[in-house]
C-alpha cells in the first residue's frame, strides 16, 4: 500500500488535532507543517517528525506530499484550498468549506479542474450514534418524520472572541456557521433538504461582531418541521440534544449517544448508557479543544481512501457545500443583528 503524504495548512488547535488523527493511521505521514508563525508551524512539524514552513508557496512545493488539511480560520480555506489544488494536491478542508457558497463553488470548481479531490471533515457522521441513527431512519425504524428539535446551547468564554472567531471576515459569523455548522449537517444528513426557514439571531452576552444566538423554524422538503437552538452564551455549556419523531416513535440523542427511543417496534443495541453531569460526555459544549481523535481519523482515512481508489470522498465539496447553504439561508432570514 503506498503511503499518503499530507501536509497541514495551518498549525493551531485543529490542525493539532489532524496530526495526532494522522499520527494512529496505517499507510499515512505527516510530510509538513504550513502557517504563517514560524514558531506554530516548528512546533507542531517537529512534534511528528515533518517538515515546517511559514511561506506558502515552499510548503506547496515539497514533496513527497499528495494532500494537504486545511485547518486555518475559515475564511481562508477556499484562498489556500484553491492554492494547494493548483500545484496538484488532493484538498482536505475542515468545516465550514468556507464563509459563502461562492468561494465554496470556486473551490470545487478548482478542484475538478485539477483533477484532485476536494472534501469536508464533518466527523460526527462518524460517532457510532450518529450511523445507527442514520440507519435506523433509512431502515424505516422511525417512520416517515414528523418533527425534529435541535438544541447546541454550549457555552464560550469571553477570551475565545478575542482573536478571528465571531468575526464576519473569517468566521463568517457567529455561533451559527461556526459551531451550529455540525448539527445543520447532521440535520441535512438524517433528514434530508429544507425547503423554507424562518430565523432570528441575537448578540445575547458576548463582545463579538456577529451572533452568539441563532434560532430557526425549518421546514424540510419531506415535510417534516425542525426547530433548531444554537448558542455560545450558555454557562455552563450542555450536550447538544437532538429530538426526533416519526410515525413510528421518537429517538433522543444527547452528546455522543443515544439516550432514549420510544418506537412502536423495538430495535436492539440502539440506545447507549446515558450520560451524567454538566456537558456531560460532550466536551464540546465548553471547550474547542478535543480529546478523541477518533471520529476525525475516520473522516480523514475515508477522505484518503477516496484518494487511493479514484472516488468521491463520502462528504466531497458538494456535499459540504450543503450546510453552509443552509446557514446563509438561515442568516438572510433572521436580517440584521
Known amino acids: 500500500m503506498k503511503t499518503?503524504?499530507?501536509?497541514?495548512?495551518?498549525?493551531?488547535?485543529?490542525?493539532?488535532?489532524?496530526?495526532r488523527a494522522l499520527a494512529a493511521m496505517d499507510g499515512v505521514a505527516l510530510a509538513a507543517v504550513f502557517d504563517t508563525s514560524a514558531e506554530r508551524a516548528g512546533a507542531?512539524?517537529?512534534?511528528?517528525?515533518?517538515?515546517?514552513f511559514d511561506k506558502l508557496e515552499a510548503f506547496l512545493a515539497y514533496r513527497p506530499m499528495d494532500m494537504v488539511i486545511v485547518?486555518?480560520?475559515?475564511?481562508?480555506?477556499?484562498?489556500?484550498?484553491?492554492?494547494?489544488?493548483?500545484?496538484?494536491?488532493?484538498?482536505?478542508?475542515?468545516?465550514?468549506?468556507?464563509?459563502?457558497?461562492?468561494r465554496a463553488d470556486a473551490l470545487i470548481a478548482a478542484c475538478e479542474a485539477?483533477?484532485?479531490?476536494?472534501?469536508?471533515?464533518?466527523?460526527?457522521?462518524?460517532?457510532?450514534?450518529?450511523?445507527?441513527?442514520?440507519?435506523?431512519?433509512?431502515?424505516?425504524?422511525l417512520g416517515r418524520p414528523l418533527l425534529l428539535a435541535a438544541q447546541v446551547?454550549?457555552?464560550?468564554?469571553?477570551?475565545?472572541?478575542?482573536?478571528?472567531?465571531?468575526?464576519?471576515?473569517?468566521?463568517?459569523?457567529?455561533?451559527?456557521?461556526?459551531?451550529?455548522?455540525?448539527?445543520l449537517d447532521l440535520l441535512l444528513w438524517l433528514f434530508g433538504g429544507v425547503a423554507r426557514v424562518q430565523a432570528r439571531t441575537a448578540r445575547l452576552l458576548h463582545q463579538l461582531e456577529c451572533e452568539d444566538t441563532a434560532l430557526?423554524?425549518?421546514?424540510?422538503?419531506?415535510?417534516?418541521?425542525?426547530?433548531?437552538?444554537?448558542?455560545?452564551?450558555?454557562?455552563?455549556?450542555?450536550?447538544?440534544?437532538?429530538?426526533?419523531?416519526?410515525t413510528e416513535g421518537t429517538v433522543v440523542l444527547e452528546g455522543e449517544r443515544i439516550v432514549r427511543a420510544d418506537l412502536k417496534h423495538e430495535v436492539a443495541g440502539?440506545?447507549?448508557?446515558?450520560?451524567?453531569?454538566?456537558?456531560?460526555?460532550?466536551?464540546?459544549a465548553s471547550s474547542a479543544a478535543i480529546s478523541n481523535t477518533g471520529p476525525h481519523q475516520q473522516a480523514i482515512a475515508d477522505f484518503i481512501e477516496a484518494v487511493r481508489c479514484g472516488r468521491a470522498p463520502a462528504c466531497d465539496g458538494r456535499e459540504g457545500r450543503?450546510?453552509?447553504?443552509?446557514?446563509?439561508?438561515?442568516?438572510?432570514?433572521?436580517?440584521?443583528?
Do not use: M
Open 270 to 284: 440502539l440506545v447507549d448508557a446515558a450520560a451524567s453531569g454538566p456537558g456531560g460526555n460532550d466536551e464540546r
Open 4 to 19: 499518503i503524504h499530507v501536509g497541514l495548512i495551518g498549525a493551531g488547535n485543529i490542525s493539532s488535532t489532524h496530526a
Open 216 to 246: 430557526a423554524l425549518l421546514e424540510f422538503t419531506n415535510g417534516a418541521l425542525g426547530t433548531l437552538e444554537v448558542t455560545t452564551a450558555c454557562y455552563p455549556g450542555y450536550e447538544r440534544r437532538l429530538e426526533l419523531s416519526g
Open 44 to 52: 507542531l512539524a517537529a512534534a511528528h517528525g515533518a517538515a515546517a
Open 71 to 102: 485547518g486555518t480560520p475559515s475564511g481562508l480555506h477556499a484562498q489556500l484550498g484553491i492554492a494547494a489544488a493548483s500545484h496538484g494536491l488532493h484538498v482536505l478542508t475542515e468545516k465550514p468549506i468556507d464563509i459563502s457558497t461562492a
Open 153 to 183: 446551547r454550549w457555552y464560550r468564554p469571553p477570551e475565545y472572541y478575542q482573536g478571528w472567531h465571531g468575526t464576519r471576515a473569517l468566521d463568517g459569523g457567529g455561533a451559527l456557521i461556526n459551531q451550529g455548522i455540525h448539527t
Open 114 to 141: 485539477a483533477g484532485v479531490r476536494c472534501g469536508v471533515v464533518f466527523q460526527e457522521r462518524y460517532q457510532a450514534a450518529n450511523l445507527r441513527l442514520k440507519g435506523l431512519i433509512e431502515g424505516g425504524g
Open 322 to 337: 450543503r450546510s453552509l447553504e443552509l446557514a446563509e439561508r438561515i442568516y438572510a432570514a433572521a436580517g440584521p443583528l
